[in-house]
C-alpha cells in the first residue's frame, strides 16, 4: 500500500485524485494551518494526522511515506499577486517549498508530486524552479516536468498548471498522460437550479459592463 504525506494540503483536492484513480493507498499525514481549509478536509475525508506548521514541524514528528505531494502556495509567484518571490530565505508564502527539504531528507520517498500556477517556470521565477530540480537531482531523483491545460483533460475550463513528478532511484521512464478530447461545456457542470441571492445583481452587472 502507497503510503502518502500531503504538505500544504488544504481541502484535499489531490487526495480526492487518488481516491478517483483508484489507487490503494494510506494518508498517514498532513500539514496544513488554515483552520477553515482544514475544517473542509476533515468534512471530506474525516479525520487526519495534521503535523500543522510545515515551518515548524521536526523531522522526527513526521511520519515515514512514499508519496509526497507539495503544492507550495502560489500567492507570491501567481500574475495575480505581486511577485514577491519564491526566494529561499525571503519568508514568503511561496519561499514555504524550501521547508519541504526537511521532509524529503528525512523520508526519502520515492515519489514527488508538484503542481503550480505555470508563472513559475516565467523568466522571473524559473531559476528558483531550476534550482529545486537540481536539489532534488543531487539527492538521487530524476525529474519530469510539464505543462498541462486542464481542458486537454476533458475539464471545459482553460487551466494551465506546471506538475512535477520526481522518482527516487532506478525506475521505468516516465510520461505525462495523452490529451483527451473535450466532450464536455461549462452547462454540463453547473448547476442548474440556483437560488437568486447568489446572482449578481442589475446595479453590478452595468458597472462590469461599464468597466
Same mark, same amino acid.
Given at each position: 500500500?502507497?503510503?502518502?504525506?500531503?504538505?500544504?494540503?488544504?481541502?484535499?483536492?489531490?487526495?480526492?485524485?487518488?481516491?478517483?484513480?483508484?489507487?490503494?493507498?494510506?494518508?498517514?499525514?498532513?500539514?496544513?494551518?488554515?483552520?477553515?481549509?482544514?475544517?473542509?478536509?476533515?468534512?471530506?475525508?474525516?479525520?487526519?494526522?495534521?503535523?500543522?506548521?510545515?515551518?515548524?514541524? +521536526?523531522?522526527? &514528528?513526521?511520519?515515514?511515506? /512514499? @508519496?509526497?505531494?507539495?503544492?507550495?502556495?502560489?500567492?507570491? *509567484? !501567481?500574475?495575480? %499577486?505581486?511577485?514577491?518571490?519564491?526566494?529561499?530565505?525571503?519568508?514568503?508564502?511561496?519561499?514555504?517549498?524550501?521547508?519541504?527539504?526537511?521532509?524529503?531528507?528525512?523520508?526519502?520517498?520515492?515519489?514527488?508530486?508538484?503542481?503550480?500556477?505555470?508563472?513559475?517556470?516565467?523568466?522571473?521565477?524559473?531559476?528558483?524552479?531550476?534550482?529545486?530540480?537540481?536539489?532534488?537531482?543531487?539527492?538521487?531523483?530524476?525529474?519530469?516536468? +510539464?505543462?498541462? &491545460?486542464?481542458?486537454?483533460? /476533458? @475539464?471545459?475550463?482553460?487551466?494551465?498548471?506546471?506538475?512535477? *513528478? !520526481?522518482?527516487? %532511484?532506478?525506475?521505468?521512464?516516465?510520461?505525462?498522460?495523452?490529451?483527451?478530447?473535450?466532450?464536455?461545456?461549462?452547462?454540463?457542470?453547473?448547476?442548474?437550479?440556483?437560488?437568486?441571492?447568489?446572482?449578481?445583481?442589475?446595479?453590478?452587472?452595468?458597472?462590469?459592463?461599464?468597466?
Amino acid at each position: 500500500m502507497l503510503r502518502v504525506f500531503e504538505a500544504f494540503a488544504g481541502i484535499g483536492c489531490q487526495r480526492l485524485a487518488l481516491d478517483r484513480t483508484g489507487i490503494d493507498y494510506k494518508l498517514v499525514g498532513i500539514c496544513e494551518i488554515d483552520k477553515y481549509a482544514i475544517r473542509s478536509y476533515e468534512a471530506l475525508h474525516g479525520s487526519v494526522n495534521n503535523i500543522g506548521d510545515i515551518s515548524k514541524i +521536526k523531522k522526527e &514528528d513526521i511520519p515515514k511515506h /512514499d @508519496l509526497l505531494i507539495y503544492s507550495f502556495p502560489c500567492q507570491d *509567484i !501567481s500574475v495575480a %499577486g505581486h511577485q514577491a518571490s519564491l526566494d529561499e530565505g525571503s519568508g514568503t508564502r511561496s519561499s514555504l517549498l524550501w521547508e519541504c527539504k526537511k521532509i524529503i531528507e528525512a523520508c526519502k520517498p520515492k515519489y514527488l508530486i508538484l503542481e503550480n500556477v505555470k508563472n513559475l517556470v516565467s523568466n522571473r521565477h524559473k531559476h528558483n524552479f531550476d534550482k529545486w530540480l537540481e536539489y532534488l537531482e543531487g539527492l538521487g531523483y530524476t525529474n519530469y516536468w +510539464k505543462i498541462l &491545460d486542464a481542458k486537454d483533460y /476533458d @475539464l471545459p475550463q482553460s487551466r494551465q498548471r506546471v506538475f512535477a *513528478i !520526481s522518482i527516487l %532511484g532506478d525506475h521505468k521512464h516516465y510520461e505525462f498522460p495523452n490529451p483527451l478530447q473535450l466532450t464536455k461545456t461549462i452547462f454540463d457542470v453547473l448547476e442548474k437550479d440556483i437560488p437568486s441571492k447568489y446572482y449578481l445583481s442589475q446595479t453590478a452587472i452595468n458597472k462590469m459592463k461599464k468597466y
